[in-house]
């Protein structure tokens, strides 16, 4: 083997490697990021059930999520954004839950029913999250943008 030849294969070896690294590192920040979003939405929560949605301030969302203050604005704008996109999050989550089993071909009244009970046994079932969004269906720190994208996941219900 020749220099050139050794140099290649090593070269060769390296990128090989190197994009196999890149892959590993870019999908253990990836998980790590999508870990702390979580635990910033889970002390979101426990906070605003707690304490109301004043009382949830970032210094202490940061600290029951044990994450530096400075993390939470790398995913979220503000203390808005933050909710905002909790309520989203949960209200995708109730609407899934609330049209579980639907099926369009069911009569109106055997639809409801089901889509009904599926929201009760939410309510009932979660709480914790029934309790935030309930909160948040009645404050103006919800912005129309995000009631409005909410609202899209309802089209079946309205539909029927």
């Known amino acids: 083997m020749n220099v050139h030849s050794f140099f290649y294969a090593c070269l060769d070896f390296n990128l090989r490697h190197s994009a196999i690294i890149q892959r590993t590192l870019l999908s253990h920040y990836f998980k790590k990021g999508i870990n702390k979003r979580s635990a ?3 002390a979101t929560l426990s906070l605003v059930n707690k304490d ?7 210094a202490k969302v940061a600290k029951m999520a044990k994450v530096s203050p400075a993390t939470i604005y790398i995913y979220f704008n ?5 909710v905002n996109r909790l309520y989203l999050d949960l ?14 071909d069911y ?6 029913e089901k889509i009904w009970f599926n929201m009760t046994d939410f309510k009932l079932n979660q709480k914790e999250k029934a309790s935030f969004l309930s909160q948040c269906d009645n404050t103006p720190m919800i912005d129309e943008q995000t009631r409005q994208v909410w609202l899209k996941h309802l089209t079946p219900l309205f539909e029927l």
Do not use: R
């Open 40 to 42: 910033l939405f889970k």
């Open 52 to 58: 109301g949605i004043q009382g949830a301030s970032m």
């Open 78 to 82: 503000n203390k808005q954004d933050l």
């Open 91 to 104: 209200k995708e989550s109730f609407a899934k839950h609330a049209f579980n089993s639907y099926d369009v």
């Open 107 to 112: 009569c109106i009244k055997d639809s409801f």
